[in-house]
Nanobody, 124 residues
């Protein structure tokens, strides 16, 4: 069974940086697409970024493009999200997710396994 455990969330000032991690286990991820989604209070969960485990192709939501970087460490089976220039509106619970679609997709239904989430709070 696939397990995803996020870490690295916390409180950061507006304009600050934070790196999230997601440790994945339970199967091989060579054909996987891994992603980050987020959900702010009172809002629907939204796509943030995704990466193909093999090859490293990436896609980003327009709202984070140029500020966030998704990456993975194949040896550690760990997914990362480097978040720079954080804004108040970036505050949310961040989830990592794994899917096995052939192409990178941003829709939630493409991802089968989800972590429990890690809270990111941005103070003004």
């Amino acid at each position: 069974q696939v397990q995803l455990v996020e870490s690295g969330g916390g409180l950061v000032q507006d304009g600050g940086s934070l790196t999230l991690s997601c440790a994945a286990s339970g199967r091989t991820f060579i054909t996987a697409t891994m992603s980050w989604f987020r959900q702010a209070p009172g809002k629907e969960r939204e796509f943030v970024a995704a990466i193909k485990w093999s090859g490293g192709s990436t896609i980003y939501a327009n709202s984070v493009k140029g500020r966030f970087t998704i990456s993975r460490d194949n040896a550690k089976n760990t997914l990362y999200l480097q978040m720079n220039s954080l804004k108040f509106e970036d505050a949310a619970v961040y989830y990592c997710a794994v899917g096995f679609s052939v192409v990178i997709l941003s829709r939630q239904s493409s991802y089968r396994y989800w972590g429990q989430g890690t809270q990111v709070t941005v103070s003004s």
